[in-house]
């Protein structure tokens, strides 16, 4: 019976400044596409076009109160996918999304203050957005 590969789990706390050893784990060479100059340049400019519609469509949406596209927004900057990672901008539009209702956003931001992520930490405001999202559900 063949085995799947495990591929090992890489905690950010574990990588250390100038430590590549972390990109070979999350990418192992098995994993990897042979790359090869095949003028693929016109590709990756088109690619780039649109992730740049696809984010300015999101943020259009977002700031028309589109609680999806709040939450969504706050979910990119936190992980910073597409965007520059920005807790700040996490956190305000998890709380754009939280103050519509959004039980998930209302959850994030609880976690944002329990952590201190983006905002000032404050248990106290944590646990208020929590027994919300609870509420919610």
Not at 55 to 68: F, G, P, T
Request: charged share 35%; hydrophobic share 35%; net charge negative.
């Amino acid at each position: 019976a063949d085995k799947e590969k495990e591929i090992p789990v890489v905690n950010k706390e574990d990588e250390k400044e100038g430590d590549d050893e972390h990109l070979i784990m999350q990418n192992p060479p098995e994993c990897r596409a042979e790359e090869e100059d095949d003028g693929d340049d016109d590709k990756e400019r088109k690619d780039d076009d649109d992730v740049k519609k696809m984010m300015a469509q999101l943020l259009l949406a977002a700031e028309n109160d589109c609680v999806d596209a709040q939450h969504f927004l706050g979910r990119l900057h936190l992980s910073g996918y597409y965007v520059e990672q920005d807790y700040a901008q996490a956190a305000y539009w998890f709380r754009k999304a939280a103050e519509m209702g959004l039980a998930e956003a209302q959850f994030q931001l609880s976690v944002c203050y329990y952590h201190g992520v983006g905002v000032e930490a404050n248990v106290a405001e944590g646990q208020k957005w929590l027994r919300m999202a609870l509420e919610s559900t």
